[in-house]
């Protein structure tokens, strides 16, 4: 059994602050084929409340991650209310598990124009 497990957390580094409120989905890839294995929000810490994927799920592969960040920018006044068309709107970050047994942590510093993500611990 994996004793590994995925985190994220989201930054608004437009405002210094967590983003709080965000949905966040899961998915397994496999090919062109994407299953969704979880769905959550971030609290106001910019956190999840739980792992997206705890230790019971967690396997290696391929996943990805969509930061639905459109309504988070509005709400917050970083891109106007009535945009059709945002430059961001869903975030996809899709990464690779080689290793069950480790903590993933794949964070999002977001703004209205740019973000990045890394590996963290």
Known sequence: MADGFLTTHVLDTARGLPAAGIEILLYKVSGNSHKKIASMTTNDDGRTDSPILPKDKFKAGQYELIFKVGDYLR???LVEKDAENLFLDEVPIRFGVNDDTSHYHVPLLISPYG???????
């Open 115 to 121: 973000y990045s993500t890394y590996r963290g611990s």
């Open 75 to 77: 709400a917050h006044g």
